[in-house]
């Protein structure tokens, strides 16, 4: 019998029983195939088809412009290339805040026509009975606070959360209820070190997920492209690390190709029929 212990399906609940074990989850996004088969052969926990493929493939200042036929081409290209990791489909800007039944029908239709295992939703308390629905159907939530993009615009920018008593008060109280409706995670976005801990206590069935919250959350998300250098210079929060500088690596590949296709060393004999 083979050493190798296949590594078994990761689901919600196994999300879940990691947090009650102390485990850390780790997350990344993915928008296509064979990026999502790295991450899945590389043992990620989940993998998060995010509405950042606003920004990051397709060049929107923010992640608004974003709809549901996009995200569902994104959504299922990922689920093509993941056997063991849990995909969650982000859902765009207005395709579940309208309502309740306008958030279930697209809500189902990430699991039915692309593959997804669950689904994101930004949002806190205001969001509880929409996000409490869409679970009473069959289908898992992520939720989303602190920093939520598709807000941006009312936020006024990236502004850190939770740092006034209002703030905190307000994140608190939506994880609860956001618990309660039964998310299976929370992504705690830009929300200050201290205030991101005391929710992942207080919180039992529910993992928080941080962005920029510190190191007291219950795993980690992280933006592909941006952990991976592959991102503009002017964008560098403070939470980022970059865990590979591919930028040089790419352009490099390039100029040699361009300059080799000019120069006649492209194709060789042996390259050639
Ligand atoms: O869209 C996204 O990638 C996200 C993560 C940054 C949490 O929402």
Redesign the pocket.
């Known amino acids: 019998m083979s050493s190798i212990k296949k590594r078994s399906k990761t689901t919600v609940q196994t999300l879940i029983r990691m947090k009650a074990r102390g485990e850390k989850i780790t997350i990344l996004?993915a928008y296509d195939y064979f990026t999502a088969r790295l991450l899945d052969q590389a043992g990620i926990d989940s993998i998060?088809v995010?509405?950042?493929a606003s920004n990051v493939i397709h060049g929107h200042q923010t992640?608004i412009p974003m709809t549901m036929d996009i995200m569902l081409a994104h959504v299922a290209a990922v689920a093509r290339g993941t056997e063991r990791a849990l995909v969650i489909a982000?859902m765009p800007f207005l395709s579940y805040q309208p309502s309740t039944e306008t958030a279930i029908i697209n809500a189902g239709r990430f699991l039915k026509e692309a593959g997804a295992e669950a689904v994101?939703m930004e949002g806190g308390l205001e969001m509880v009975p929409t996000v409490k629905r869409v679970i009473e159907c069959g289908i898992p939530v992520m939720g989303?606070i602190g920093l939520t993009?598709q807000s941006i615009h009312r936020f006024g920018g990236p502004k850190v959360q939770g740092r006034r008593e209002r703030s905190k008060a307000y994140l608190l109280d939506s994880a609860q209820a956001l618990q309660t409706a039964g998310c299976f995670a929370i992504?705690l976005?830009l929300i200050s070190a201290e205030v991101a801990s005391e929710i992942t206590g207080s919180l039992k069935t529910t993992a928080t997920i941080g962005?920029g919250a510190g190191a007291g959350c219950d795993g980690q998300?992280l933006?592909i492209n941006d952990m991976l250098g592959l991102r503009d210079d002017s964008f560098k929060p403070k939470f980022l690390r970059e865990y590979a500088d591919l930028k040089p690596t790419i352009s490099d590949a390039v100029t040699r190709y361009i300059s080799e296709v000019r120069t006649g060393k492209y194709p060789s004999d042996d390259e050639s029929y």
């Open positions: 996004t998060l995010g509405d950042s992640t982000d994101k989303h993009p992504v976005e962005i998300v933006v």
